[in-house]
């Protein structure tokens, strides 16, 4: 037998060894368990158990409540929703404050009211931080204006958390 015939006879016994394997291997489907979604536990820390799940009806109602309750410091109040929980948290930021929500650092610089088409209008210039980024330079994922009467003009994006300006107060 010459090298060539004995190179051919070689794969064509090793094709047909693998073949066989797979004629012998088990066909199962393997999926993961269900998980219990009241299980799962906020990725961020709570630090209110009042503030766990406000509406935005609730806040229209607590701002009508309390308005004397408020700090003389002006501050901006934002809505943070966790996608993955489903939990919403009432976030109060001063100017000039940094303010951490889950990985994400939040610090507002402006804040004021607008009245467009007889219409008030709450503004803020906002920058967020991911902080779970591992690069050394930590950039920016939003920077710039935010609305409260339209947040879809300027909208945050980030796959777990979602920020929302409810308003501006003691400016």
């Known amino acids: 037998m010459k090298l060539g015939n004995k190179l051919t006879f070689f794969c064509i016994i090793f094709y047909l060894k693998l073949n066989m394997i797979s004629v012998f291997a088990e066909d199962k489907i393997i999926s993961t368990p269900l998980l219990n979604i009241e299980e799962i536990k906020p990725s961020f820390e709570v630090y209110d ?21 408020l700090k003389d410091l002006p501050h901006a109040i934002l809505i943070g929703l966790d996608k993955i929980t489903a939990k919403s948290s009432e976030i109060k930021v001063n100017f000039d404050e940094i303010k ?12 004021g009211k607008v009245k467009i088409n007889n219409k008030t209008n709450d503004i803020a210039y906002m920058q967020v931080k991911d902080l779970s980024k591992t690069d050394n330079e930590k950039v920016y994922i939003f920077n710039g204006w935010t609305f409260s009467s339209d947040p879809a003009l300027t909208p945050f994006d980030h796959a777990i958390y979602d920020l929302q300006l409810y308003g501006c107060f003691n400016v």
């Open 49 to 69: 158990e009042k503030s766990e799940n406000l509406t935005i009806q609730n806040l229209k109602n607590k701002k009508k409540k309390n308005k004397s309750d």
């Open 100 to 111: 951490k929500f889950g990985p994400l650092e939040i610090k507002i610089l402006k804040c």
